[in-house]
């Protein structure tokens, strides 16, 4: 259809009105409060504020215009001892928290009250013990959560690596066309959207229309366990019998074509359970947070992810630190043994910057 309009993400402080000598100095700030810790090697921040102008037109008649604001932030303490690097991040790793907002996220994020804290942890991880092998109930903390939903949910449901015609780079996908509505992806109180829409919140897959001029919206991509939705583009949207696109097409500039590409895949969150709850509720199992590596095949289907700090959980209490934590398993096997989510009240839109596609690579 022909659209025209104009929009512009909403933002309380433009990020780009921020004078550099106020971003350095509290950048400057971080890192003395990181170093000030004893063992503490290395400190890196950043902060990041960007504003992106687009223009759509099409032959169609539609006349696009969007305005967006990003900011991010975040920084990292890494402690060397002996042979070991342990790192602590905040508030995520590889570059902290990213979203549709302007400066006012950096305020919201305290990143100077957390980063005692954050130093001593790294420091202290050479210390703890290293991780058990096992089976275990494992928790993950909310960043993790957000990087496990984005490689094994996100990558596979995106319909041109279905359809094969984007393979060489990052692979294919296990959800071909006969699992619609037909498989399990996870137990009954796994419900997943992708959404564009502002309403969803302001993430950084958040806008008004894609780059095909579609207006954003809400798919059902796992609705009670089962697999009920792919993200499509105006060309493949007919391959799984559907009138119309869901819009998801997205380049990273003037100069590429379009792909599927994430808008806000969200794990939806269930009843009023706190994390510490949750901890209460397990006998034997591990906390982990924060992403250190990852690794997953070409297919979506295997997985393994290391976490930069864990917990052992004893009858339902944390009891001490694990360092060099990992874990892997199977998509499916994965998310249908998930048996419990917790509350809205400790739901992140997480926002990551550079998530690679294509060649030549385009960066989203």
């Not at 957000?146 to 990558?155: A, P």
């Not at 609705?223 to 583009?233: N, P, V, W």
């Not at 001490?320 to 096997?333: A, C, D, F, V």
């Amino acid at each position: 259809g022909k659209h025209e309009a104009e929009w512009t993400s909403p933002f309380q402080i433009d990020p780009l009105s921020v004078p550099v000598d106020r971003i350095l100095g509290l950048l400057l700030q971080i890192d003395a409060e990181l170093r000030r810790v004893k063992g503490v090697t290395l400190a890196e921040a950043a902060i990041q504020c960007r504003r992106l102008r687009q223009f759509f037109a099409s032959s169609e008649g539609s006349r696009i215009e969007q305005t967006r604001r990003y900011t991010g932030a975040g920084y990292v303490a890494y402690s060397y001892s002996g042979n070991e690097i342990q790192k602590r991040s905040y508030p995520n790793s590889f570059g902290g928290q990213h979203m549709l907002k302007g400066y006012e996220l950096v305020e919201e994020l305290r990143l100077l009250e957390n980063a005692p804290r954050v130093a001593e942890e790294a420091v202290a991880l050479h210390s703890a013990g290293q991780c058990p092998e096992g089976v275990y109930d494992l928790i993950l903390g909310s960043s993790q959560l957000g990087l496990q939903i984005h490689e094994s949910i996100g990558h596979p449901i995106e319909l041109d690596r279905v359809l094969g015609t984007e393979a060489n780079f990052a692979g294919m996908s296990f959800l071909t066309l006969d699992k619609l509505r037909a498989l399990r992806y996870g137990s009954e109180i796994v419900n997943v959207v992708c959404d564009a829409r502002p309403e969803h919140g302001p993430g950084l897959g958040s806008f008004a229309f894609d780059d095909e001029g579609v207006p954003a919206q809400s798919t059902d991509i796992v609705t009670d366990g089962l697999f009920t939705g792919y993200m499509s583009s105006r060309e493949t949207a007919g391959a799984i019998g559907e009138t119309r696109s869901n819009g998801t097409m997205r380049a990273d500039g003037w100069n590429h074509i379009p792909l599927i590409r994430m808008t806000n895949v969200s794990l939806k969150p269930r009843g009023a359970m706190t994390p510490e709850e949750l901890i209460a509720s397990t006998d034997r199992g591990v906390y982990l947070e924060t992403n250190r590596s990852w690794s997953i095949d070409d297919k979506r289907y295997n997985f393994q992810f290391g976490c930069e700090l864990g917990w052992l959980i004893e009858n339902g209490k944390k009891t001490r630190m694990l360092k060099n934590p990992s874990y892997s398993g199977i998509t499916t096997e994965f998310w249908n043994s998930c048996d419990a989510i917790c509350g809205p009240a400790h739901w992140t839109l997480w926002g990551t910057p550079n998530c690679g596609k294509e060649q030549p690579q385009q960066v989203m």
